[in-house]
């Protein structure tokens, strides 16, 4: 949990967001919590720093060891979300960082903002937009927002 934290600006370009009225929805798998490598506490720990420090509406998990429904690219979490929070997911942004991100939102129906941190797998699914930071994730939510009117959400 120590070794836990935000990237530079996170807090702030995140909460920005809100202004749009958008819904902030955190969407993880943490396979390492059902092999027992991280424990729930740990786990819990830091989804409580994320909730002190961004304004999140909510946290889903999926902590199967074997491929779910819920586990990335499985839309199961985003469907569980549309239904909560009666979503229009075709006006959804999911932002991620894996392949498994994207395949999540591809598959739930949502666009999907990829930000490329140059890691070295491989990307079976083509996202809708690319960038390269976070900065530039919001600003081309915000952007798309405007022209659209969306009434919106946004998952991470």
């Not at 798998?29 to 720990?45: A, F, R, Y």
């Not at 819920?70 to 239904?83: E, F, H, R, T, V």
Request: with cysteine; aromatic share 10%; glycine share 4%.
């Amino acid at each position: 949990y120590e070794d836990f934290c935000l990237y530079p600006n996170t807090k702030e370009i995140i909460n920005d967001l809100k202004k749009f009225n958008y819904k902030l929805i955190v969407v993880t798998n943490q396979k390492d919590v059902g092999m027992g490598i991280t424990s729930v506490e740990v786990l819990d720990k830091m989804h409580s720093y994320l909730k002190k420090e961004i304004q999140l509406d909510e946290i889903y998990v999926c902590t199967c060891i074997d491929n779910c429904d819920c586990y990335k690219p499985n839309p199961g979490m985003l469907l569980a979300a549309q239904k909560k929070w009666n979503l229009d997911l075709t006006n959804c942004f999911m932002i991620g960082d894996s392949w498994r991100d994207v395949g999540a939102a591809i598959n739930a129906g949502c666009k999907s903002i990829f930000i490329d941190r140059k890691y070295d797998m491989p990307m079976p699914y083509k996202p809708n937009f690319t960038v390269n930071t976070l900065l530039q994730a919001k600003d081309l939510i915000e952007k798309i927002t405007k022209e659209n009117k969306y009434e919106s959400c946004k998952f991470r």
